[in-house]
C-alpha cells in the first residue's frame, strides 16, 4: 500500500491525478488529507474531500493519530505528500508528529521506507531548504513540482502528468505518462 497526504499547498492537482493513476492501475492506497487542503482541493479544482474517497481505499482523518499508518507496524510500502507545504516539511523536519500526516512521515523515516515530498512553493527561503536537506539527509526524496518541456507538453494535463510520472518514477512503478528524454534534440 501507498499513502498518499495531500497538504494545503497549492497544486493539489497533482495528488489527486496520482491517486487517479494509481487506482488504475490497481495499486492499493491510503490517503490523507488535511483541513487546509480540503479548501485549496476546493478552490483549484471545485472537488470536496468525499469525492477523492471513491480513489482510495482507505481514507484516514488527519487528526486521528490512533490510525494505523501512524505506527511502525502498519505495513505500508511508501508515502508520498504532494503538494506538501512548508510547515508540513518543517514539521517532518523536526520531529514534530502532531497529525497523522506527520506522523505516517516520521514512520515511515524511522523504519526506512520510502518518503517522497513534492513541495510546491516558489521562491524558497533558507529555512526552507534546510529543512528539505535535513529531511533528505534521513532518506527522504525531495521532488519539486517542476514541470518540464522536453516532453513537449501541449497542455496543463501534460504537465500534470511529468510530475506524477516523475513520482512514479520514484517509487520504481512502470508508466507511460510522458515520453522520456531520447538524449538528443529534435
Request: with cysteine; hydrophobic share 45%.
Amino acid at each position: 500500500m501507498i499513502v498518499v497526504a495531500i497538504t494545503g499547498a497549492s497544486g493539489v492537482i497533482y495528488g489527486v491525478r496520482l491517486l487517479e493513476v494509481l487506482k488504475e492501475m490497481g495499486r492499493k492506497t491510503a490517503l490523507v488529507v488535511t483541513d487546509p487542503a480540503r479548501i485549496i482541493l476546493k478552490y483549484e479544482m471545485g472537488m470536496d474531500e468525499d469525492e477523492l474517497k471513491g480513489l482510495c481505499h482507505k481514507f484516514y482523518d488527519p487528526g486521528d493519530l490512533t490510525s494505523a499508518i501512524n505506527s511502525g507496524s502498519c505495513r505500508f510500502e511508501s508515502m508520498v505528500i504532494v503538494p506538501c507545504t512548508m510547515k508540513t516539511i518543517s514539521a517532518i523536519s523536526t520531529g514534530f508528529a502532531s497529525n497523522a500526516v506527520t506522523r505516517a512521515a516520521d514512520v515511515v523515516l524511522k523504519e526506512r521506507r520510502t518518503l517522497l515530498l513534492v513541495p510546491r512553493e516558489t521562491p524558497l527561503r533558507s529555512v526552507h531548504l534546510e529543512n528539505m536537506l535535513s529531511i533528505s539527509r534521513e532518506g527522504a526524496i525531495i521532488l519539486p513540482a517542476m514541470p518540464a518541456f522536453y516532453h513537449q507538453p501541449q497542455n496543463m494535463d501534460d504537465l500534470v502528468d511529468f510530475l506524477v510520472g516523475k513520482i512514479l518514477d520514484v517509487l520504481h512503478i512502470d508508466h507511460n505518462l510522458y515520453q522520456r528524454w531520447q538524449g538528443e534534440v529534435p
